[in-house]
């Protein structure tokens, strides 16, 4: 069973967090898919290479050639906040 | 105590590609923002990334500038971090197998030659761009996102400040020589992470190394790394010790300062890009890359002391910068006395260049121009000094010197008739000077000499002039 | 023969008719949208639908047919599109609140495909939320609900592309794989779906879930629309670099061609115990209708099958939870309104705009990543999965297909499985290798049991889909299995 501060740890990791109530379920939740991915230790890969790939292939290169851009305004369609032409956030702190 | 100085680099040179890593946007600098920009160098969902061949290939050209091994196989790997100006919430970056490891930079150290180990040299994308506005807030421009990038890292073989700066000279000189990027600090073009510390050479005991970032001018590197050397050696004399952090320099308080520490150590979670899949780097495409290396800084040095019969000192200082050489030989193409052409090159451009802070590639002439005036000159048209004048204004309007020389009349006399008649009233206005030189003071021609220089206004030729007072007074 | 309603043709027909002007394409379109007016309240198959342009786009069908100009493959031929693929201009959204308003301003390589070849875009399909989950519970918006008993789920992710299809909403839809997100709702939903070989469909504008696994699939009442699809959205694309640059196939030329002698192997594995024993019982039927059609069957073994799904869970978390750390506030979708600094901008955003599943998933693969963990979770997940492809690659040398049920189970009610993930991702267990190793497959009818659909799956080795399609064919064609269409109102209908 994984630990609630592992649990935090992680979820720092990975930009989210979750209030007191949650946590519990959830470390429950997580501990049983843990637990059972595990089941691949039962596996001898001391020979085997890892597969990233299924195909095989070697990397097809682009020219260096300029293609339009995209319209500004579509770039900054989606954005949630804007001004002058920017996609605007709060200080974001070095 | 002696304390030796360890200093290693962290530089990020952006591609002189048209194109970005992964997308087709421009690369150009200095567009309105958000104006480059498509799905891929936006992150947005559903966009893939295809590689740039030219960036690789540049990443090859570096290499093997540098004397590094060129990987055969090779793979772009995800970096995971978040921060605002990632677009994807990871870099794609080259992990455990970058396309150049090892290798050299070769600078020179108390005049003898000293050769600095790279780590190795890998591609990456760049990050957007943030400014802050009055208000606290941080706007973000993405044109800089996805730009294709190298980084270089080098051992810690550098134990000197002024051994960093030379590092970064051949580093920069030799990526513009060979047209890799323009490694302009100013633009954001070259950037410098700099790691040091010292070691107190009897007990063999190391400060902590400290790391600084977002300095931006060679000259910045100097004093940061002169300051902090400064700082670990006071530390450690007092039996304390630097705490591993990274800082900042800061240019108006001349001192480095702390920046926000992060919290704890970065775990990027690398794996090899799943969007993207391997690179072959065949024997074939690296000699076709080398069969067309431009000439090298060491090269050029050469060819000028045995093509131009130029001095070591000479080759040395016109072969600087690839633009300085090109300019020296554009020139040369009009001139017959190359050493002239160095003369006039290293004396009066170079200097008026460091007063102006300015490069060879932003003068207002060119080279065919500058060939014009020198011949003027050695025909005899204009005089020494006029033709210093004369390069003057070319600087200051651009104009050519023939055009110069005609508006504002600065054909040299070559008429004798005419300089006698000068030389003959100056010789009357004063008796003293004659009288003197009579008795033997010799000096006193110079002054002649320059009185009639005055009247014509340096445009009567001094030869001719020499010779005539000496004539007249002779005769007299 | 009993004349057909326009919904009840198959695309492929439909495009013929539309082709002889027989029918025209407003026609049809107004047809679609008065089912999808009847149907939806039931279904609940789309998160948008595009009526205004779709009409739009009828118009100018009717006028280039009128015109004698040359006409797309597909002219006129409405397709539903899974909400996680993009479309210029129309709100995509994965069925995610983080993305709820999001409009892309490009579409997909294969929505430009479809559109050049004439197709209408009908509307977005609903889907478990960013495609992590087999039932379509996991939508942030909606449930859509089984066509064939609206109180049981229609398998996932691509529950709504199914859906619609089965419940004669669209004629062809697109859905996506990653673990049998295409194959697994076909079953649940009666109705045919192609996973195809990954690198054959184009990714580029799919969003993405696991890069390495993630293809493009298409779903039909038969086999030949599948394929008459697969035709227009498969080919090379050079905007993605893992798509494969080989000759364009035509997948409906060979499609009735006999299988006499094909070789078809039977895994054990696949249906041993956790797969329901009337569906093992079902399929072994079905295994004699292929005899009958002259091909072979065999008993073999895949013995690395156990491993597939906890080997699937790893890699698939882990390419995600590096794929979703896009979704931030920053640039496009949801922003949370709480939050001091730049931190908690990006912890409030993605806490409250993720669902649980997509949290834990995302917690999973940045587990199996993490500094410590790569080796023994992700790296070992990727070696078994070359272990896995060794065994299919043996059995390929020697079979020309494996055929095997493509669910263990019957579609389950709604809430059934929610409070137990393990058991949700048990739906999988028997679709996950096929993507883990690159394969194709394909998902066909082979009957009811207890009045819902079951589905038999036929894999075939990488780019080999003529032989899959040519056997789902020839079994769709011979083997008796009726079709019966789903029952919304409580009428029986028989084609």
């Given at each position: 069973?994984?630990?609630?501060?592992?649990?935090?740890?992680?979820?720092?990791?990975?930009?989210?967090?979750?209030?007191?109530?949650?946590?519990?379920?959830?470390?429950?939740?997580?501990?049983?898919?843990?637990?059972?991915?595990?089941?691949?230790?039962e596996v001898?890969?001391?020979?085997?290479?890892?597969?990233?790939?299924?195909?095989?292939?070697?990397?097809?290169?682009?020219?260096?050639?300029?293609?339009?851009?995209?319209?500004?305004?579509?770039?900054?369609?989606?954005?949630?906040?804007?001004?002058?032409?920017?996609?605007?956030?709060?200080?974001?702190?070095? | 105590?002696?304390?030796?100085?360890?200093?290693?680099?962290?530089?990020?040179?952006?591609?002189?590609t048209?194109?970005?890593?992964?997308?087709?946007?421009?690369?150009?600098?200095?567009?309105?923002?958000?104006?480059?920009?498509?799905?891929?160098?936006?992150?947005?969902?559903?966009?893939?990334?295809?590689?740039?061949?030219?960036?690789?290939?540049?990443?090859?050209?570096?290499g093997?500038?540098?004397?590094?091994n060129?990987?055969?196989?090779?793979?772009?790997?995800?970096?995971?971090?978040?921060?605002?100006?990632?677009?994807?919430?990871?870099?794609?970056?080259q992990?455990?197998?970058?396309?150049?490891?090892?290798?050299?930079?070769?600078?020179?150290?108390?005049?003898?030659?000293?050769?600095?180990?790279?780590?190795?040299?890998?591609?990456?994308?760049?990050?957007?761009?943030?400014?802050?506005?009055?208000?606290?807030?941080?706007?973000?421009?993405?044109?800089?996102?996805?730009?294709?990038?190298?980084?270089?890292?080098?051992?810690?073989?550098?134990?000197?400040?002024?051994?960093a700066?030379?590092?970064?000279?051949?580093?920069?000189?030799t990526?513009?020589?060979?047209?890799?990027?323009?490694?302009?600090?100013?633009?954001?073009?070259?950037?410098?992470?700099?790691?040091?510390?010292?070691?107190?050479?009897?007990?063999?005991?190391?400060?902590?190394?400290?790391?600084?970032?977002?300095?931006?001018?060679?000259?910045?590197?100097?004093?940061?790394?002169?300051?902090?050397?400064?700082?670990?050696?006071?530390?450690?004399?007092?039996g304390?010790?630097t705490?591993?952090?990274?800082?900042r320099w800061?240019?108006?308080?001349?001192?480095?300062?702390?920046?926000r520490?992060?919290?704890?150590?970065?775990?990027?979670?690398?794996?090899?890009?799943?969007?993207?899949?391997?690179?072959?780097?065949?024997?074939e495409?690296?000699?076709?890359?080398?069969?067309?290396?431009?000439?090298?800084?060491?090269?050029k040095?050469?060819?000028?002391?045995?093509?131009?019969?130029?001095?070591?000192?000479?080759?040395?200082?016109?072969?600087?910068?690839?633009?300085?050489?090109?300019?020296?030989e554009?020139?040369?193409k009009?001139?017959?006395?190359?050493?002239?052409?160095?003369?006039?090159?290293?004396g009066?451009?170079?200097?008026?260049?460091?007063?102006?802070?300015?490069?060879?590639?932003?003068?207002?002439?060119?080279?065919?121009?500058?060939?014009?005036?020198?011949?003027?000159?050695?025909?005899?048209?204009?005089?020494?000094?006029?033709?210093?004048?004369?390069?003057?204004?070319?600087?200051?309007?651009?104009?050519?010197?023939?055009d110069?020389?005609?508006?504002?009349?600065?054909?040299?006399?070559?008429?004798?008739?005419?300089?006698?008649?000068?030389?003959?009233?100056?010789?009357?206005?004063?008796p003293?000077?004659?009288a003197?030189?009579?008795?033997?003071?010799?000096?006193?021609?110079?002054?002649?000499?320059?009185?009639?220089?005055?009247?014509?206004?340096?445009?009567?030729?001094?030869?001719?002039?020499?010779?005539?007072?000496?004539?007249?007074?002779?005769?007299? | 023969?009993?004349q057909?309603?326009?919904?009840?043709?198959?695309?492929?027909?439909?495009?013929?008719?539309?082709?002889?002007?027989?029918?025209?394409?407003?026609?049809?379109?107004?047809?679609?949208?008065?089912?999808?007016?009847?149907?939806?309240?039931?279904?609940?198959?789309?998160?948008?639908?595009?009526?205004?342009?779709?009409?739009?786009?009828?118009?100018?069908?009717?006028?280039k047919?009128?015109?004698?100009?040359?006409?797309?493959?597909?002219?006129?031929?409405?397709?539903?599109?899974?909400?996680?693929?993009?479309?210029?201009?129309?709100?995509?959204?994965?069925?995610?609140?983080?993305?709820?308003?999001?409009?892309?301003?490009?579409?997909?390589?294969?929505?430009?495909?479809i559109?050049?070849?004439?197709?209408?875009?009908?509307?977005?399909?609903?889907?478990?939320?960013?495609?992590?989950?087999?039932?379509?519970?996991?939508?942030?918006?909606?449930?859509?609900?089984?066509?064939?008993?609206?109180?049981?789920?229609?398998?996932g992710?691509?529950?709504?592309?199914?859906?619609?299809?089965?419940?004669l909403?669209?004629?062809?839809?697109?859905?996506?794989?990653?673990?049998?997100?295409?194959?697994?709702?076909?079953?649940?939903?009666?109705?045919?779906?192609?996973?195809?070989?990954?690198?054959?469909?184009?990714?580029?504008?799919?969003?993405?879930?696991a890069?390495?696994?993630?293809?493009?699939?298409?779903?039909g009442?038969?086999?030949?629309?599948?394929?008459?699809?697969?035709?227009?959205?498969?080919?090379y694309?050079?905007?993605?670099?893992?798509?494969?640059?080989?000759?364009?196939?035509?997948?409906?030329?060979?499609?009735?061609?006999?299988?006499?002698?094909?070789?078809?192997?039977?895994?054990?594995?696949?249906?041993?115990?956790?797969?329901?024993?009337?569906?093992?019982?079902?399929?072994?039927?079905?295994?004699?209708?292929?005899?009958?059609?002259?091909?072979?069957?065999?008993?073999?073994?895949?013995?690395?099958?156990?491993?597939?799904?906890?080997?699937?869970?790893?890699?698939?978390?882990?390419?995600?939870?590096?794929?979703?750390?896009?979704?931030?506030?920053?640039?496009?979708?949801?922003?949370?309104?709480?939050?001091?600094?730049?931190?908690?901008?990006?912890?409030?955003?993605?806490?409250?705009?993720?669902?649980?599943?997509?949290?834990?998933?995302?917690?999973?693969?940045?587990?199996?990543?993490?500094?410590?963990?790569?080796d023994?979770?992700?790296?070992?997940?990727?070696?078994?999965?070359?272990?896995?492809?060794?065994d299919?690659?043996?059995?390929?040398?020697?079979?020309?297909?494996?055929?095997?049920?493509?669910?263990?189970?019957?579609?389950?009610?709604?809430?059934?499985?929610?409070?137990?993930?393990?058991?949700?991702?048990?739906?999988?267990?028997?679709?996950?290798?096929?993507?883990l190793?690159?394969?194709?497959?394909?998902?066909?009818?082979?009957?009811?049991?207890?009045?819902?659909?079951?589905?038999?799956?036929?894999?075939?080795?990488?780019?080999?889909e003529?032989?899959?399609?040519?056997?789902?064919?020839?079994?769709?064609?011979?083997?008796?299995?009726e079709?019966?269409?789903?029952?919304?109102?409580?009428?029986?209908?028989?084609?």
């Amino acid at each position: 069973m994984i630990s609630k501060e592992e649990v935090k740890h992680i979820a720092e990791l990975s930009r989210l967090k979750f209030n007191e109530e949650e946590i519990e379920d959830f470390t429950r939740k997580f501990s049983e898919v843990l637990e059972y991915v595990e089941k691949l230790k039962e596996v001898d890969t001391e020979k085997a290479e890892p597969m990233y790939e299924v195909n095989s292939l070697i990397q097809l290169m682009r020219e260096d050639k300029v293609k339009e851009s995209i319209p500004k305004e579509d770039t900054l369609l989606n954005a949630p906040d804007k001004e002058f032409g920017y996609f605007k956030l709060p200080k974001v702190v070095e | 105590m002696k304390y030796k100085t360890l200093i290693g680099l962290e530089i990020h040179v952006e591609l002189m590609t048209k194109s970005k890593l992964f997308c087709g946007c421009s690369t150009e600098f200095g567009g309105e923002a958000n104006t480059h920009c498509c799905p891929v160098c936006l992150g947005l969902p559903g966009a893939l990334p295809v590689i740039n061949k030219k960036a690789v290939e540049y990443c090859i050209k570096a290499g093997l500038a540098f004397n590094c091994n060129i990987a055969k196989i090779t793979k772009m790997d995800r970096k995971n971090y978040f921060y605002p100006d990632l677009v994807k919430g990871y870099q794609i970056s080259q992990y455990d197998v970058p396309i150049c490891s090892g290798g050299y930079v070769e600078i020179e150290s108390e005049d003898k030659p000293k050769k600095i180990r790279l780590i190795r040299i890998h591609v990456e994308e760049d990050t957007g761009k943030s400014i802050h506005s009055e208000k606290g807030e941080t706007l973000m421009d993405f044109n800089r996102s996805g730009v294709p990038l190298i980084e270089i890292v080098t051992e810690p073989d550098m134990n000197s400040p002024e051994e960093a700066r030379s590092f970064l000279e051949k580093l920069k000189a030799t990526l513009r020589y060979i047209e890799v990027s323009d490694c302009k600090m100013e633009e954001g073009s070259l950037r410098c992470d700099v790691n040091i510390n010292v070691v107190e050479e009897s007990t063999g005991k190391k400060s902590k190394i400290i790391e600084m970032k977002n300095i931006n001018s060679f000259k910045g590197v100097v004093k940061a790394l002169e300051y902090e050397e400064k700082r670990h050696r006071e530390l450690l004399s007092q039996g304390k010790d630097t705490v591993r952090e990274t800082r900042r320099w800061d240019e108006i308080r001349n001192e480095t300062v702390v920046m926000r520490r992060k919290e704890g150590v970065s775990d990027y979670r690398y794996f090899p890009e799943p969007d993207l899949v391997k690179m072959e780097i065949k024997g074939e495409w690296i000699e076709n890359i080398r069969k067309n290396f431009p000439e090298l800084p060491q090269e050029k040095k050469e060819r000028f002391m045995q093509e131009y019969g130029l001095p070591e000192y000479d080759s040395e200082v016109l072969t600087g910068t690839k633009e300085l050489a090109d300019f020296f030989e554009k020139t040369s193409k009009y001139v017959d006395d190359y050493k002239q052409v160095s003369n006039w090159i290293m004396g009066d451009i170079l200097r008026r260049l460091k007063d102006e802070d300015m490069q060879i590639e932003d003068i207002r002439f060119n080279p065919m121009e500058f060939a014009e005036l020198l011949n003027m000159v050695n025909k005899g048209e204009v005089g020494n000094n006029i033709g210093k004048k004369v390069l003057k204004e070319m600087f200051e309007t651009g104009q050519s010197p023939k055009d110069i020389v005609r508006d504002k009349g600065l054909i040299q006399m070559n008429d004798e008739e005419e300089i006698k008649d000068i030389v003959n009233t100056v010789i009357t206005q004063n008796p003293q000077s004659v009288a003197d030189f009579k008795n033997g003071k010799n000096r006193a021609i110079g002054f002649l000499v320059g009185q009639v220089m005055k009247k014509t206004k340096g445009k009567a030729n001094p030869q001719i002039v020499n010779k005539l007072i000496l004539e007249i007074i002779k005769a007299k | 023969m009993k004349q057909l309603k326009i919904i009840e043709i198959s695309a492929k027909e439909l495009a013929e008719r539309i082709k002889s002007k027989e029918i025209s394409s407003e026609e049809v379109i107004k047809a679609y949208f008065e089912r999808i007016e009847e149907a939806e309240e039931k279904v609940d198959a789309f998160i948008t639908l595009t009526k205004e342009d779709a009409l739009k786009s009828a118009k100018k069908t009717d006028e280039k047919i009128s015109r004698g100009e040359k006409l797309g493959a597909i002219e006129g031929v409405p397709v539903a599109i899974k909400d996680n693929i993009v479309t210029k201009g129309i709100k995509t959204t994965c069925a995610s609140k983080i993305l709820e308003n999001f409009i892309p301003p490009y579409n997909a390589t294969v929505v430009d495909k479809i559109k050049n070849e004439g197709g209408i875009i009908i509307g977005k399909t609903n889907m478990d939320e960013f495609a992590m989950g087999s039932s379509t519970e996991n939508s942030r918006f909606k449930n859509t609900k089984n066509p064939y008993d609206l109180s049981r789920v229609p398998g996932g992710s691509s529950g709504g592309s199914a859906a619609a299809v089965a419940s004669l909403e669209a004629p062809l839809a697109l859905g996506s794989e990653t673990g049998g997100s295409v194959r697994q709702p076909a079953s649940f939903c009666g109705v045919v779906g192609i996973k195809p070989t990954y690198g054959l469909v184009s990714r580029y504008g799919l969003i993405a879930f696991a890069s390495s696994l993630d293809q493009i699939g298409t779903l039909g009442r038969n086999v030949e629309d599948c394929a008459f699809i697969l035709n227009v959205i498969s080919g090379y694309d050079d905007k993605d670099s893992t798509s494969v640059n080989m000759v364009k196939k035509d997948y409906m030329k060979y499609l009735s061609e006999d299988i006499k002698g094909m070789k078809i192997a039977l895994p054990k594995e696949y249906f041993g115990e956790g797969v329901d024993k009337n569906i093992s019982e079902r399929i072994r039927e079905s295994a004699r209708a292929f005899e009958k059609l002259g091909a072979t069957i065999e008993e073999v073994s895949l013995p690395y099958t156990q491993y597939a799904l906890p080997c699937y869970y790893l890699i698939a978390t882990s390419e995600a939870s590096s794929n979703l750390a896009r979704f931030d506030g920053i640039r496009y979708g949801y922003r949370a309104k709480d939050y001091s600094d730049i931190n908690e901008l990006y912890i409030n955003t993605r806490s409250q705009g993720f669902g649980e599943e997509v949290k834990r998933r995302i917690m999973l693969g940045t587990y199996s990543l993490s500094s410590g963990y790569y080796d023994a979770y992700y790296k070992k997940a990727q070696k078994v999965r070359g272990l896995l492809k060794k065994d299919f690659d043996k059995i390929f040398e020697k079979y020309d297909l494996i055929l095997s049920p493509t669910s263990p189970t019957l579609p389950f009610r709604i809430g059934e499985r929610l409070d137990d993930p393990v058991s949700m991702y048990m739906a999988d267990v028997l679709t996950v290798s096929v993507n883990l190793t690159g394969c194709c497959a394909i998902s066909v009818p082979c009957g009811y049991i207890e009045n819902l659909p079951v589905g038999l799956q036929l894999i075939g080795n990488r780019f080999n889909e003529e032989k899959i399609l040519r056997a789902a064919y020839a079994f769709e064609k011979n083997s008796g299995t009726e079709k019966i269409l789903p029952d919304l109102r409580g009428e029986e209908n028989e084609i």
